[in-house]
């Protein structure tokens, strides 16, 4: 069955009232957000052939609402979409559909979420029956519904999530894994209509696809960066950090975020794509910036003293190329925030990770003034919204918009 769901929020099973609308102090877009898909997103968006087989939620006997596809059921995690819950409710547990705040999936109420933590533009990665990465579509049974599946969640994020409000959603979607070629196709069929980034797999040798050392991802390298579209690597999106049995899954797993996004960035770096493509622009999410210092001193250390810089064949040294087609985001840092300038205070972006656990919202804005606002004005401006800016060729707020805090005056 599929389950219709009822936006009003009287209606809703657990949740709080509105926050009070924040203070604007800064212009904010978060580059890692994450949006519910929606019981509806397939619906009339599949050859009907290919119909029937669609993702569609279902309620299982014990009264919760799941996604079943392709002979699996992907549960809602109660993690996942905790904005507007009360602490006590944030369990790792399956969730219904009217248990989970409006914005997680209504682009409406998503826009109103926004406004409440003071977020002028958002960008949102999938969830649970999609994957971070799209990899859930890309690996399922069936190629040819691999591939339809993905387009339709694209033409949902085009149709009903970026276009109702397209300066305030950064238009990022999903891409065919299982071919290349097809891939590549897809990169381009969003370029073309404005999407300015794709979300991949960070390490795809962990979920049994080629390492990305392999020439296998030659065809989606090159639409990547001949389109200009960004890579977003987001942390988790190949599986959590090897652990021990009998570790604490949930407390180690978040505290190793900063080691998984290390490890997937120096695999970037070290593949061939940066330096056979120059423009090639991609962006560590949820990872936080407090190892990218590290990481800059042992790629000068092994340079200088042991010489496995011939490796890289170019005429940059590795760092050079990790500041020129890298870029990190942070949702504090505050004791490594001082270690900006050796990363580069242009690579540097801010985020909020709404609805998830580890979200500020909707205090972001009080956050990044806590940590931020004793920086040059011009360094809180990069932070904050202009690295993110350039980075997704997106729009700012006009000078009279309540958003506009912060910007230059020929802005």
């Known amino acids: 069955m599929t389950v219709k769901i009822n936006w009003n929020k009287s209606e809703m099973h657990g949740l709080l009232p509105d926050p009070e609308p924040a203070e604007i102090l800064h212009t904010i877009i978060s580059v890692d957000d994450h949006l519910v898909e929606p019981p509806h997103m397939f619906e009339g968006r599949l050859p009907k052939h290919l119909a029937a087989e669609a993702p569609r939620v279902i309620e299982t006997e014990e009264g919760h609402e799941v996604w079943q596809f392709d002979g699996q059921v992907f549960f809602q995690i109660g993690l996942n979409a905790v904005a507007g819950r009360p602490r006590e409710d944030w369990l790792l547990e399956p969730s219904r559909f009217d248990e989970i705040r409006p914005g997680c999936m209504n682009i409406d109420a998503r826009i109103h979420d926004q406004d409440l933590n003071g977020i002028w533009a958002s960008c949102n990665f999938p969830s649970q029956v999609t994957g971070f990465c799209g990899r859930v579509f890309s690996q399922c049974s069936s190629p040819e519904l691999g591939i339809a599946v993905t387009q339709a969640w694209n033409d949902?994020?085009?149709?009903?999530?970026?276009?109702?409000?397209?300066?305030?959603?950064?238009?990022?979607?999903?891409?065919?894994?299982?071919?290349?070629?097809?891939?590549?196709?897809?990169?381009?069929?969003?370029?073309?209509?404005?999407?300015?980034?794709?979300?991949?797999?960070?390490?795809?040798?962990?979920?049994?696809?080629?390492?990305?050392?392999?020439?296998?991802?030659?065809?989606?390298?090159?639409?990547?960066?001949e389109t200009g579209t960004v890579i977003c690597l987001h942390v988790g999106?190949?599986?959590?950090?090897?652990?021990?049995e009998g570790a604490p899954m949930l407390p180690l797993g978040a505290t190793l975020f900063g080691q998984i996004s290390l490890n997937a960035c120096a695999e970037w770096l070290w593949s061939p794509w940066p330096v056979e493509y120059p423009d090639l622009k991609i962006i560590m999410s949820e990872?936080?910036?407090?190892?990218?210092?590290?990481?800059?001193?042992?790629?000068?250390?092994?340079?200088?003293?042991?010489?496995?810089?011939?490796?890289?064949?170019?005429?940059?040294?590795?760092?050079?190329?990790?500041?020129?087609?890298?870029?990190?985001?942070?949702?504090?840092?505050?004791?490594?925030?001082?270690?900006?300038?050796?990363?580069?205070?242009?690579?540097?972006?801010?985020?909020?990770?709404?609805?998830?656990?580890?979200?500020?919202?909707?205090?972001?804005?009080?956050?990044?003034?806590?940590?931020?606002?004793?920086?040059?004005?011009?360094?809180?401006?990069?932070?904050?919204?202009?690295?993110?800016?350039?980075?997704?060729?997106?729009?700012?707020?006009?000078?009279?918009?309540?958003?506009?805090?912060?910007?230059?005056?020929?802005?």
Not at 162 to 175: S, V
Not at 237 to 244: E, H, L
């Open 156 to 225: 949902w994020f085009h149709d009903e999530w970026w276009q109702p409000y397209p300066d305030r959603q950064i238009p990022m979607g999903i891409t065919f894994l299982g071919d290349p070629e097809e891939g590549a196709r897809e990169i381009r069929r969003n370029a073309a209509r404005g999407f300015t980034a794709v979300t991949l797999p960070e390490q795809p040798h962990r979920v049994g696809m080629p390492a990305i050392f392999d020439r296998w991802w030659e065809p989606i390298i090159r639409a990547c960066a």
């Open 287 to 411: 990872g936080g910036i407090g190892w990218v210092a590290m990481l800059i001193d042992r790629l000068d250390n092994i340079v200088d003293r042991s010489g496995y810089g011939v490796y890289f064949q170019s005429d940059l040294r590795p760092a050079e190329v990790l500041r020129r087609n890298f870029w990190f985001a942070t949702i504090d840092d505050p004791s490594t925030i001082a270690t900006r300038h050796t990363i580069g205070i242009d690579n540097i972006c801010f985020e909020s990770d709404y609805p998830h656990g580890d979200s500020t919202w909707p205090n972001t804005q009080a956050v990044f003034d806590q940590y931020y606002s004793s920086l040059p004005i011009e360094e809180q401006r990069k932070i904050s919204h202009e690295n993110a800016a350039t980075l997704f060729r997106h729009p700012l707020p006009a000078p009279t918009s309540p958003f506009a805090i912060g910007l230059r005056p020929n802005q």
């Open 237 to 244: 999106s190949t599986g959590v950090a090897s652990m021990p």
